[in-house]
């Protein structure tokens, strides 16, 4: 399930590149948080109480309303490829911030995995030239680095609440947070035509609440390292989007880098780690040629080696 999320998102640069309007970061972080939250409150029906009302601010503006203001420049300032690339370092910094934030020490297949990944999405995406804009860059680094530690966090809180509701209250403060700013930085909001329409509706319904609902899931019931690693389905989805819509075809290159990812995925989930402790722990056979020799000890007659057999050889063997 935690794997829907990835998949939706790696359609987002698709989306956002060709059908949302340009020059409007922040009205788009607005209109996709906000009604993808309230349409998840509507169905929880649960309201903030507590601690949980400075806490839904936090997880909001680190998860929501800069996270999608970030993401959304970044994808009128860089190519999509460059911006997955860059997200793609994302498993590893929410490794290290969940060792910090969380005592989840980042073991040795999940950080291989996590290597192995990013190399494979460098192969799958980086397959030209390309101008890269130095203010998209740092863009998309900040949102990844943000997010990292708004899912880490989220994590830490998530056993106090329901996971639909928490969801929605973050999504709900993330857009309130950036709405002053969109109008004050930018202005009226954009016209939209009904491609426009159709393509927020996409990812404010598929794209934002279900798939962040099920990431809050996810989340919490399994090891960030993990959830992190399935985030690699990103990029693989944008590229497998693009074989089918726009007619690419795969090359060598990218189906090696694609595999890579994959191999990534799997060497980050519980079930290697699992299967690796198996391996280790296996007891081993008595060795053969131990068990031979003690046969032979205990049948050698008297006359040939000058000896015996002793009494208790059986019982030692």
């Avoid at 397959?127 to 860059?137: D, Q, W």
């Avoid at 426009?196 to 099920?214: E, G, I, S």
């Avoid at 980050?268 to 056979?285: D, E, F, K, M, V």
């Amino acid at each position: 399930m935690t794997a829907i999320a990835p998949v939706a998102w790696g359609t987002t640069y698709f989306v956002t590149h060709e059908y949302l309007p340009t020059g409007h970061p922040l009205y788009g972080a607005a209109i996709r948080a906000l009604p993808a939250g309230i349409l998840l409150l509507a169905l929880c029906r649960q309201v903030p109480r507590g601690a949980w009302w400075w806490k839904s601010l936090v997880l909001g503006t680190l998860n929501m309303g800069s996270f999608f203001a970030l993401v959304y420049l970044a994808a009128q300032l860089l190519p999509t490829s460059i911006a997955s690339t860059i997200m793609a370092a994302s498993p590893l910094a929410l490794m290290l911030l969940a060792w910090a934030v969380v005592a989840e020490r980042p073991r040795g297949l999940p950080l291989l995995g996590g290597g192995i990944g990013i190399a494979g999405v460098c192969l799958m995406l980086l397959t030209g030239t390309v101008h890269l804009n130095a203010l998209g860059v740092l863009t998309s680094a900040t949102a990844m680095l943000t997010s990292s530690l708004g899912y880490v966090l989220a994590k830490r809180w998530s056993a106090e609440v329901d996971v639909l509701a928490s969801t929605s209250w973050q999504l709900v403060a993330g857009g309130l947070v950036v709405l002053p700013f969109a109008v004050v930085r930018e202005g009226a909001p954009p016209s939209l035509d009904t491609g426009a329409v159709l393509a927020f509706a996409y990812v404010t319904v598929v794209a934002t609440a279900v798939a962040f609902a099920v990431w809050f899931a996810g989340l919490r019931r399994l090891p960030a390292a993990a959830v992190g690693l399935v985030g690699l389905l990103n990029p693989v989805t944008g590229v497998l989007l693009g074989t089918v819509v726009a007619k690419e075809t795969l090359t060598l290159q990218q189906t090696c880098g694609l595999a890579l990812v994959l191999l990534g995925i799997l060497l980050g989930q519980p079930i290697a780690s699992s299967a690796a402790a198996r391996l280790r722990t296996r007891p081993r056979a008595p060795g053969r040629s131990r068990a031979v020799g003690a046969e032979s000890g205990r049948d050698t007659p008297v006359g040939r080696t000058g000896r015996t057999s002793r009494p208790g050889r059986r019982d030692a063997d």
